[in-house]
C-alpha cells in the first residue's frame, strides 16, 4: 500500500510538472528573473557540477608572461563584451543577459581549474558558449592565466598587453557618440573605452 501511494504521487507531480510545461505560463524570458527556489536550485546544480566536472584535472604552470599574453588578446576578442575589462562599466551585451556573466575584471577566477572547464565546456542555461569547441587547450589554459591577472591589472596595462581595443558588446570597438567628447563635432581624443556612458552596476 505505501509502495503504490508512492508511485501514485510520483504520477501525479510528473502530470502536473507535464501540464505546467505544456500550458505555457511560465515566462522563459531573459529580462524576467528566476522564481528565487528555481535560482538557488539552478546555482546549487551548476557550482556543484563544475566541482565535481573540474575534478582531477591537472593544471600546467600559469605564471608564463607569453602564455598570459596570448591569453590577454583571446579575452578581448572572446570575453570583454561579457566579462568586462578594467574601466568598463557595461556593454549593451551584457545589458540583456541573464543571469549576468560575473564581472572578471574585478574578480579573476578563485580555481584553475575550474575555470579551464567552464571556457572549455560552457554552461547551459547561460550565455556561456563551449569554447572547447573552437580552441585548443592550450589556448584555454591562456585565457585562464590572463583571468588570473586580469583583476591587477589598470586600463593602459590591459590595452597593452591586449594589443587591440576591447569590443563594445556588440560586434564593434567602442565609438563616441555625437554628444560626447571625441564624437563628430568634438575636438577631444576618441575614447577607445567600452562602456564609459553607463553607469557601474557591478558584479552580480
Request: proline letters at 7%.
Amino acid at each position: 500500500m505505501k509502495v503504490f501511494a508512492i508511485v501514485l504521487s510520483t504520477l501525479v507531480a510528473l502530470a502536473a510538472a507535464a501540464v505546467f510545461v505544456w500550458s505555457g505560463v511560465y515566462d522563459i524570458g531573459a529580462d524576467r528573473p528566476h522564481w528565487p527556489l528555481t535560482a538557488r536550485v539552478i546555482a546549487s546544480l551548476r557550482d556543484r557540477s563544475i566541482e565535481h566536472q573540474a575534478s582531477g584535472i591537472s593544471v600546467p604552470d600559469l605564471d608564463d608572461p607569453q602564455r598570459i599574453r596570448r591569453g590577454a588578446g583571446h579575452y578581448a576578442a572572446m570575453c570583454a563584451a561579457c566579462h568586462l575589462t578594467p574601466g568598463m562599466h557595461e556593454t549593451e551585451l551584457r545589458t540583456g543577459l541573464y543571469p549576468q556573466p560575473p564581472d572578471l575584471s574585478r574578480h579573476g577566477v578563485h580555481d584553475a581549474a575550474e575555470a579551464f572547464w567552464v571556457i572549455k565546456h560552457g554552461v547551459k542555461l547561460t550565455a556561456m558558449p563551449a569554447w572547447g569547441l573552437s580552441h585548443d587547450d592550450a589556448a584555454i589554459w591562456d585565457m585562464v592565466a590572463f583571468v588570473r591577472k586580469l583583476p591587477t591589472l589598470d586600463e593602459a596595462t590591459f590595452e597593452a598587453m591586449a594589443g587591440v581595443p576591447v569590443n563594445n558588446g556588440h560586434g564593434g570597438h567602442e565609438h563616441a557618440h555625437p554628444d560626447e567628447p571625441g564624437g563628430p563635432g568634438h575636438d577631444d581624443d576618441h575614447d577607445s573605452h567600452a562602456g564609459h556612458d553607463h553607469d557601474d552596476h557591478g558584479s552580480h
